[in-house]
């Protein structure tokens, strides 16, 4: 077996089909290695191998990994959760000094991602027509009583995922009320729209985009998309094209997208596999198969739009279970 195709997946946590695609797309050219710090996980059941590994706050965590890289002779590493897209973006090259290359934009671009201000301010200034948003409550409350902007309004962290402590708020007083009890909140236009969800693939050679799949969000769970439809819209895929190219993003991203009177307005950027990912892979638009062409060092044909309009998404829990001792026998516990 060829073992040069080794992938590492950073805390699988609950995605169980990320690790399954890979394994089929990989076949026989590698192996596919996951890690997360709970045996409890159960995507770590889906891998060759799998490693229990410290939490990603703890310190020497990073040199864990890169440990794990070199004994695993890893070719490319990515991470299904946020704070750790942004050490992979900090210590690239570390990785790439022992021959791993990690599937990440770089640390500048990630940064604005996880920063819903930052990104507000960069659309706007690049004429993405996106949510008004601020961070001074003062100036928000100037532009209600110049009706640029009417209640209600989200209230939410500048900083934050899956949907975590965000507030329809209707008043003054709401605000105030949310404002002194907790830090660092920006406020945000609620427009009523129809939300959409793009899964993109940049080519890590050639750093255009050759995979889009768009698709109309009906149920949401958890900040995740629970049910959707595939659409196509060619103005959309345009839309998220200039915007690729522009930002300069690499590998896989999420984008979330609400079209309001016929426009379309950019919401948020997740740089890496998002949670509805797999409804893109059951269509046909396969971003294993186009990371490992890359990986081999082929750049990817434009297939974008390439997957049928109709085809819907459900998603429904399903279980592992394990003996408790299997598990201890079979893992690789790393302790720093």
Request: glycine share 6%; hydrophobic share 40%.
């Amino acid at each position: 077996m060829n073992e040069d195709l080794n992938i590492l997946i950073l805390s699988c946590g609950t995605r169980n089909k990320i690790v399954q695609y890979f394994k089929k797309e990989l076949s026989d050219m590698g192996n596919v290695y996951v890690t997360d710090c709970s045996e409890l996980a159960p995507a770590l059941y889906e891998g060759d191998q799998y490693f229990i590994v410290p939490k990603m706050t703890d310190e020497g965590y990073l040199e864990t990994i890169l440990s794990i890289c070199k004994d695993y002779s890893v070719k490319a590493i990515f991470s299904l959760i946020d704070p750790e897209i942004s050490l992979l973006a900090k210590n690239k090259q570390a990785f790439l000094d022992i021959g791993t290359i990690p599937v990440v934009s770089d640390l500048e671009i990630v940064e604005m991602c996880f920063n819903k201000y930052q990104m507000y301010k960069y659309l706007v200034k690049n004429n993405f027509k996106t949510m008004k948003s601020y961070i001074d409550k003062d100036e928000f409350y100037r532009d209600v009583e110049a009706r640029k902007i009417n209640y209600p309004v989200f209230i939410k962290p500048i900083k934050g995922s899956a949907s975590n402590n965000i507030n329809i708020v209707r008043s003054k007083e709401e605000i105030e009320l949310l404002f002194n009890r907790f830090d660092n909140l920006m406020i945000q236009e609620l427009i009523n729209g129809v939300e959409y969800g793009a899964d993109v693939y940049i080519d890590m050679l050639s750093n255009d985009p050759v995979a889009i799949f768009t698709k109309e969000k009906i149920g949401m769970r958890a900040g995740e998309t629970d049910k959707a439809i595939s659409v196509k819209d060619h103005n959309m895929f345009n839309l998220i094209n200039r915007f690729v190219k522009i930002t300069g993003f690499n590998g896989v991203i999420d984008i979330d997208i609400f079209k309001v009177n016929g426009e379309y307005y950019i919401s948020e950027v997740n740089p890496r596999f998002g949670g509805g990912y797999p409804h893109a892979y059951e269509s046909g638009v396969n971003f294993p198969r186009m990371m490992i062409k890359n990986l081999t060092g082929n750049i990817n044909m434009d297939e974008i739009g390439n997957y049928e309009e109709g085809i819907c998404m459900m998603k429904y829990n399903d279980v592992k279970v394990f003996s408790k001792n299997t598990v201890q026998n079979n893992s690789i516990r790393i302790q720093l």
